[in-house]
């Protein structure tokens, strides 16, 4: 695949900061970036109907609570333009999305237990270290792939913490 779409808010600063970490990656990768901004629902059907035009292999979705909220309908777009999305959240895998790596929430969810069991142990919260998620997971959608005609390798199946079949 030598060009991809990215699914981005740039009202939204964390989206920024997304956008602009794929640029870099995309050119070192010599792949080519299509910028798909998204402010708001009614945006979505122009997204997914330039990145068709702009002949996008794939869609990575940079998300936030407005995509995040509007996750199915995003997803339903994408199945309709018969591409393929990437992701940070398992999520929006479960809910339809291809393929997602990223941090792995249930482990962040524990850590996030210790340091509330720490804090109303007494320690002030300005003590406890800064922490980096350490576990992160593949999960890729089986069902999905088939239905825009795709197949997985079995190398990167193997690789996968969860395949949705």
Not at 8 to 35: H, R, Y
Not at 61 to 77: C, G, I, P, T
Not at 132 to 161: C, H, M, W
């Amino acid at each position: 695949m030598s060009r991809f779409g990215i699914i981005w808010n740039p009202e939204n600063p964390s989206s920024i900061t997304g956008f602009k970490e794929t640029q870099v990656a995309a050119q070192s990768l010599g792949v080519q970036l299509q910028s798909l901004e998204v402010r708001g629902p009614n945006d979505f059907e122009s997204a997914f109907q330039a990145a068709k035009k702009g002949q996008a292999g794939a869609l990575t979705v940079v998300s936030d609570s407005v995509m995040f909220a509007h996750r199915a309908r995003m997803l339903e777009l994408a199945a309709k333009q018969r591409l393929p999305t990437m992701h940070t959240q398992s999520l929006w895998v479960q809910d339809g999305g291809m393929i997602s790596y990223g941090t792995y929430f249930p482990d962040l969810y524990r850590r996030a237990a210790t340091y509330v069991d720490r804090i109303l142990k007494g320690t002030k919260p300005a003590d406890l270290p800064v922490e980096q998620p350490t576990k992160f997971e593949l999960v890729i959608n089986l069902k999905t792939a088939k239905q825009i005609g795709l197949t997985i390798p079995q190398s990167v199946l193997y690789r996968a913490d969860r395949v949705i079949k």
